[in-house]
């Protein structure tokens, strides 16, 4: 798995877990709505400022998004 997917894999983990719509968390960390989107389906790579604004709405810390753990993105 590229690193593009398991971000992907990761942040839908970490927003499923949160009970956040995309909507609700590209509100939250200033970002589009279809941005989010692209990113969970992998069809982006995410800016290091925009991993910094979506971990801080997770409350994770960015690494979390990136980590290889099943669990990572959703239990930090």
Known sequence: ???RQL???NL???RQARGLSQE???DQAELDRTYISS???GRYYASLK???KIAKVL???PAGLLAKDEDA???K
């Open 73 to 75: 993105g959703a239990d």
């Open 50 to 52: 925009s991993i910094a």
């Open 1 to 3: 798995m590229d690193i």
């Open 59 to 61: 409350e994770l810390e």
């Open 7 to 9: 971000f992907a894999r």
């Open 12 to 14: 839908r983990s970490a």
């Open 39 to 41: 990113l969970e389906r």
């Open 24 to 26: 609700e968390l590209a």
